[in-house]
């Protein structure tokens, strides 16, 4: 059986900015080989392969949007790379398409990721958890989490709770620069919370140097994300100031996002 454990091998991360507030996610090895997540579009991701000397291997989608999915022809084509996608006729260049609980496993880069069901930005989201990384598209967000375009507040709630059972030290790698918006909205309704006002100490001296709040550990995120402490008196105390039943997880979590989405500050 020893054969065949995967052990972790050195791999590193590269943040591309994309868009408007996008972010690609590059991961690649030693030996010069590389994964995309969410190219939204190839302009940036072909700088860097330059830049880095890198060979791009395999491409992985977490859900349909364009801004995650812009520059996936092109760089297939270009690259012969390997795109994994979930099951989804929007998603149209897909090579291999993955399912719920299923193993990726890459010999170039050589790195290994479980697939995560994750619906509730959009009914096939899904998120690729491995190599102490986890890539989660626009479900879960630092200090916040993703509007629900197709998905219900209960199966958002359970995609969010699955991807906080992950361990604390996992580099949380989400689709945008949204933390320091977020971390507005969050003081409205978790002011007190240590935990969020050092991370927005952290986020405000980031983005003066120019560089990216993400990735940011699961643990931190669990301590300081509101979306994340749904069961916390302090978020239970504030939903019942919402005048709703607040002895329902899934209402508080509704009534929650519904204020973010209402939240202009």
């Not at 992985?60 to 801004?67: A, I, K, R, S, Y």
């Not at 006729?89 to 697939?115: C, M, N, S, W, Y």
């Not at 626009?138 to 995609?159: I, K, N, V, Y």
């Not at 019942?240 to 979590?253: E, H, L, M, P, Y």
């Amino acid at each position: 059986m020893a054969a065949h454990q995967h052990v972790e091998t050195d791999v590193h991360l590269i943040a591309l900015p994309a868009l408007a507030d996008n972010y690609i996610w590059l991961l690649h090895d030693d030996t010069g080989d590389a994964l995309v997540v969410d190219p939204g579009e190839a302009g940036p991701v072909e700088q860097a392969l330059i830049e880095h000397r890198l060979h791009l291997r395999a491409i992985l989608v977490t859900h349909h949007h364009h801004d995650h999915i812009g520059g996936v022809a092109a760089l297939r084509e270009r690259h012969r790379a390997t795109v994994y996608a979930p099951h989804d006729p929007r998603i149209d260049e897909a090579d291999i398409r993955v399912d719920d609980g299923e193993t990726i496993k890459l010999t170039a880069p050589h790195a290994h990721f479980q697939v995560l069901a994750v619906p509730g930005h959009t009914l096939s989201h899904v998120a690729y958890a491995g190599e102490g990384h986890l890539f989660c598209g626009d479900t879960l967000f630092s200090l916040g989490c993703g509007r629900l375009f197709e998905g219900s507040p209960g199966q958002m709630l359970a995609s969010l709770d699955r991807l906080a059972q992950l361990p604390d030290s996992t580099q949380v790698c989400c689709g945008h620069e949204y933390t320091a918006a977020n971390g507005r909205f969050a003081q409205t309704v978790d002011g007190g919370n240590p935990a969020l006002s050092a991370r927005l100490s952290d986020v405000a001296r980031l983005r003066e140097q120019g560089r990216p709040t993400v990735p940011v550990s699961l643990g931190s995120e669990r301590a300081a994300n509101p979306f994340l402490r749904i069961d916390q008196p302090e978020l239970t105390a504030w939903a019942t100031s919402q005048g709703i039943d607040a002895s329902d997880r899934v209402t508080r979590f509704a009534t929650l996002r519904a204020a973010k989405d209402a939240f202009r500050g």
